[in-house]
């Protein structure tokens, strides 16, 4: 009989991790100014080979690129002047958060995302050692072409079932750069609200990443949706996935070790035109000229191509 129960009870232990991993508590609110201090302004080359000049703090303040209310956090590139064909790309911030993250929930209220031709933007985490440690694209796309795309990136042994639940469509499941042309595992949102004018038409929305060993979700909620979980909308201190329905995008862990595919990863915030991806599917696009002549002489064009984030709150 007590041995009955041992193992009852050693039953039900081995059954808790597994019932408490969808819960989580706050650990950061970054709103506001609080974006500044949480990140760190990356004046680099780009590595996407895009039509950009990405500045430095200082400069970003002094033009106006970046600026912050007591609720909002305002990114966005230059949309005041023509540029010289055979000088710096059109001015544009990337910012880098101080702190890497593991496993967890990150969740992104925004406004408003960078919408126009030419334009690329993103919010990824990414490793230090790329593509070793992996990348996760949680909001990215080119040229107004809705909906969102969700991908994973790595190096060569991440594979993704066929069949998995996730109310997206896989665009392929092999995850490695190498055998992909750098595209990665992508999954495309059903939600054509989830990226470009109407996501910013609809006043945004909520996107929200969780990382475990057991794999990598991202789910996606339109500003006047009627099914956005109470505590994603409030930000309250407490949340639970399990809560939160079936994901847009799923990544298990099946035939991909997430624990040694993904390290300790930056979250990363960036504008950036034409390039890899903007500039090799633009005459596709239905947009005029070739994307660099675009990007270069039509500053006005890049009025509505900022970043405006309500907050940001990450749990473990």
């Not at 000049?53 to 106006?64: C, L």
């Not at 998995?164 to 042309?181: F, H, M, W």
């Not at 099914?227 to 990544?251: C, H, L, Q």
């Not at 624990?259 to 990863?265: M, R």
Request: charged content about 10%.
């Amino acid at each position: 009989m007590a041995f009955g129960l041992s193992r009852s009870l050693l039953g039900f232990l081995s059954l808790l991790p597994l019932a408490l991993g969808a819960s989580y508590s706050q650990r950061e609110n970054i709103a506001g100014s609080g974006f500044n201090s949480a990140f760190s302004y990356q004046a680099i080359g780009d590595p996407t080979h895009g039509r950009v000049n990405y500045v430095d703090a200082n400069t970003a303040r002094s033009q106006n690129l970046t600026f912050a209310g007591s609720d909002s956090f305002i990114l966005r590139a230059d949309f005041k002047n023509t540029l010289n064909p055979s000088g710096p790309g059109r001015n544009s911030v990337r910012i880098q958060s101080n702190k890497q993250y593991t496993t967890g929930v990150m969740i992104f209220n925004i406004r408003h995302m960078p919408q126009g031709c030419g334009t690329w933007p993103a919010v990824w985490t990414v490793g230090s050692d790329w593509p070793n440690q992996g990348e996760v694209d949680i909001l990215e796309g080119v040229n107004d072409q809705s909906p969102n795309q969700g991908t994973l990136h790595t190096n060569a042994g991440c594979t993704m079932p066929a069949s998995r639940s996730e109310t997206g469509t896989a665009l392929q499941n092999n995850c490695d750069v190498a055998a992909t042309n750098n595209a990665g595992c992508g999954v495309r949102f059903g939600d054509t609200s989830s990226y470009g004018p109407s996501f910013n038409t609809n006043g945004g929305g909520w996107y929200a990443m969780e990382r475990t060993n057991s794999g990598i979700k991202i789910w996606f909620w339109s500003r006047n949706d009627g099914n956005i979980p109470g505590e994603v909308k409030n930000g309250a201190t407490s949340i639970n996935t399990d809560n939160w329905g079936t994901p847009v995008a799923n990544f298990p862990s099946t035939s991909c070790p997430i624990s040694s595919k993904f390290g300790p990863h930056n979250i990363v915030i960036n504008l950036t035109f034409c390039g890899d991806w903007a500039g090799s599917v633009y005459g596709n696009s239905g947009c005029p000229s070739t994307c660099d002549d675009f990007v270069n002489n039509n500053p006005s064009a890049f009025q509505n191509a900022y970043f405006d984030f309500a907050w940001l709150k990450t749990y473990a």
